[in-house]
């Protein structure tokens, strides 16, 4: 598991102040950026095996609004892994009293650049390796 720090920026906020709803897909996407880079290995370095991580679902739930000016903690973890597939879970946490503000989870894909589906136990026994293991 990591945990990620973000201040909610004035940008991320609605006309009420209140963070607009795809921002947490954003957030998701850093915190699972920070989990692999904390295990060992960043996106860059799996592309470059030719190997690429497309989203294929999400799921999100809102729980309590995010403000302005808040900072909020993205907890992601790896909730299952096969040789074609990678699947993440997050918890949004308003920092100051702890409230959870909303659960996602994504689903990927193992693919090459030609987006057909690839068994990295095979093609990449590294990556294999380092995301079986727990952080």
Same mark, same amino acid.
């Given at each position: 598991?990591?945990?990620?720090? *973000?201040?909610?920026? @004035?940008?991320? %906020? &609605?006309?009420?102040?209140?963070? @607009?709803? +795809?921002?947490? =897909?954003?957030?998701?996407?850093?915190?699972?950026?920070?989990l692999l880079r904390k295990m060992g290995i960043s996106y860059r370095e799996i592309e470059a095996m030719d190997i690429y991580l497309p989203v294929t679902e999400v799921n999100c739930?809102?729980? +309590?609004?995010?403000? @302005?000016?808040?900072?909020?903690?993205?907890?992601?973890?790896? +909730?299952?892994?096969?040789?074609?597939?990678? &699947?993440? %879970? @997050?918890?949004?946490?308003?920092?100051?009293?702890?409230?959870? =503000?909303?659960?996602?989870? %994504?689903?990927?894909?193992?693919?090459?650049?030609?987006?057909?589906?690839?068994?990295?136990?095979?093609?990449?026994?590294? *990556?294999?390796?380092?995301?079986?293991?727990?952080?």
């Amino acid at each position: 598991m990591t945990a990620v720090e *973000l201040r909610v920026r @004035y940008q991320e %906020t &609605d006309q009420m102040g209140v963070v @607009y709803h +795809s921002n947490y =897909l954003v957030w998701c996407e850093i915190g699972r950026t920070e989990l692999l880079r904390k295990m060992g290995i960043s996106y860059r370095e799996i592309e470059a095996m030719d190997i690429y991580l497309p989203v294929t679902e999400v799921n999100c739930r809102y729980k +309590s609004p995010a403000r @302005y000016d808040d900072v909020v903690v993205v907890e992601t973890r790896i +909730s299952n892994v096969t040789g074609v597939r990678l &699947d993440f %879970t @997050y918890q949004i946490v308003r920092k100051e009293d702890n409230v959870l =503000l909303a659960e996602a989870a %994504t689903h990927h894909a193992f693919v090459d650049g030609s987006g057909r589906p690839v068994n990295i136990k095979k093609k990449a026994p590294r *990556l294999w390796e380092i995301i079986q293991k727990p952080v």
